[in-house]
């Protein structure tokens, strides 16, 4: 696929902007620098299979997803009527063949996703540069195509997008490690404190400071020998088997970083993938909350201020068309703009508290309303600190469930289609929580990188329910097996019993855990 040139706004479509974004300025929204550009349907199909940048590594899965995107757009199926990416200053695409009411909503859209994108917590990690990075990633994968050939670079990339679910997506925002520069700091405080009141610290691990005529009893000798003991066995023991990491790792792709007996251009093109997908990490944790807020403003924004009385109905079909739920599936528009407005309504009449939950009257909770306006304040709080998955646990309740009419669902073995399993609110909240945990994807960790010592990996999936895949699983094991060059074994449940999944570079096992 070839980069086309973009083209500038038409001058009509400036003056729109301008008056979107004082609009949108106006309501408190706080956004980077946006800048909007006109694109065909197939430069934006392009832009959409890269992911929503104009440049990335060539691999065939973007001609796949341009392909898939082009043909969905010819038979009528679906359409992209924008793109906006998560950069500073942030980039809009906007189809030139869009209405001028179309034009308007997007805008407005657009806005609050890039509202979103600059306050959310979960974004606040990302890298803002990252256009530049992708054409930097570009550039390098080009360089290993001319040096090591087109097939080579492809099959490895292949097995690394595999791998990037394998990720920890809370790492950025959650230590897992000691960071050495404070462990260094809070010696150095240690130190200044000890000249300070006269005595030494003890540094022997499992001791607490205490003053002399007082360490017998605050660090009873029998304890700590015990302590000790149990140290060294554990030391003993690790030292034997040579194995590690310490703890359970989930940030899989990085132990291949750091373990994996890869060649320099391997290593930099797993570095790459792994970078893109904790870019990416926060648009799926989000989906529901962003797509909610951009679809709440474009929604105020327009029939409060953008619409004219011929472009009502155009936008109102177009709107409603949008926000369609699907028996299928969870339209993330819908449920989010409709619990941000459940949250600014029940803030605003002073529906939460102990006060509220604990009245019972149908009557008084129906005419409930302390008149507190307390709404608009809080739905920019939400906006600031949850992801979907908390978003969808601390505010969806069985009022909103009842009034929505949701239900869970299960696949019905006898007749072999998904039914409504059941309408109670708990079951509900469930089954939406645990597709939302991980994107619904399995908790996978490494437990041991010299397994049985013969440096083999040895994975470890979290089970909670739900079997893995089968045939996703042995492709993934090969990919592994390829980057580590040893066999890779995964522990898992199948069939209600504990098995290890194995494959040594020529065949696939199954072992009783």
């Known amino acids: 696929m070839a980069v086309t040139t973009h083209r500038a706004l038409p001058p009509e479509i400036q003056d729109i902007q301008a008056e979107m974004e004082q609009i949108a300025a106006s309501y408190g929204l706080d956004f980077f620098q946006t800048i909007f550009e006109m694109l065909d349907y197939e430069e934006l199909s392009m832009f959409a299979a890269y992911g929503g940048f104009p440049i990335r590594y060539p691999h065939w899965r973007f001609g796949a997803e341009y392909d898939e ?51 959310n917590a979960w974004f606040a990690p990302t890298n803002r540069k990252m256009l530049d990075q992708m054409a930097n990633h570009a550039a390098r994968v080009n360089r290993y195509i001319d040096r090591y050939g087109y097939e080579t670079v492809e099959r490895f990339i292949d097995a690394c997008l595999s791998l990037e679910n394998l990720i920890d997506p809370h790492a950025p925002h959650i230590r897992r490690t000691p960071d050495p520069a404070k462990e260094q700091e809070a010696r150095r405080h240690e130190r200044r404190q000890d000249s300070v009141e006269g005595h030494a610290r003890p540094t022997e691990s499992g001791r607490f400071q205490s003053k002399d005529y007082m360490d017998s009893f605050i660090n009873p000798p029998d304890v700590l020998e015990k302590e000790r003991q149990i140290r060294r066995e554990k030391e003993e023991a690790r030292e034997a088997t040579r194995s590690f990491p310490e703890k359970p790792q989930r940030d899989v792709m990085l132990f291949l970083l750091q373990y994996a007996p890869l060649r320099d251009w391997q290593h930099d093109v797993l570095a790459m993938i792994r970078d893109e997908a904790y870019y990416f990490a926060p648009q799926g944790q989000t989906k529901i909350m962003n797509e909610g807020w951009a679809s709440y403003w ?42 941000f407005r459940d949250i600014e309504e029940r803030w605003n009449k002073g529906r939460f508290g102990a006060e509220w939950e604990e009245c019972t009257d149908e009557t008084a909770r129906r ?33 909103f469930c009842r009034k929505h009419k949701l239900f869970s669902f299960a696949y019905n073995d006898s007749s072999g289609n998904y039914e409504v399993a059941s309408r109670e609110f708990q079951a509900i909240k469930k089954q939406l929580l645990t597709s939302l945990t991980n994107h619904g994807r399995p908790f996978i960790y490494v437990k041991d990188g010299n397994y049985a010592n013969r440096g083999e990996l040895y994975l470890q999936h979290d089970f909670q329910g739900i079997e893995l895949k089968r045939d996703y699983a042995n492709d993934t094991l090969q990919n592994l097996q390829m980057i580590w060059g040893r066999p890779v074994h995964i522990a898992t449940v199948m069939d209600e019993k504990p098995v290890v999944l194995a494959y040594d570079g020529r065949r696939h096992e199954v072992h009783s855990a």
């Open 298 to 339: 474009h929604s105020t924004i327009m029939t409060k201020h953008g619409l004219t009385d011929a472009e009502v109905i155009d936008y109102a079909d177009h709107h409603s068309g949008t926000m369609a739920m699907s028996p299928q599936r969870l339209n993330p528009y819908k449920i989010g703009i409709e619990l």
């Open 367 to 399: 005419n409930w309303d302390q008149q507190l306006g307390l709404g608009r304040e809080k739905i920019f709080e939400v906006r600031r600190i949850h992801n979907d998955l908390t978003f969808i646990d601390s505010f969806l309740t069985e009022d």
């Open 69 to 119: 995107l082009m043909k969905s757009y010819s038979y009528g199926l679906s359409k992209i009527y924008e793109m906006v990416i998560n950069t500073d200053p942030c980039y809009a695409y906007l189809l030139s063949a869009n209405a001028i009411t179309d034009q308007k909503l997007v805008i407005a859209h657009v806005y609050g996703h890039c509202d979103f994108f600059k306050n």
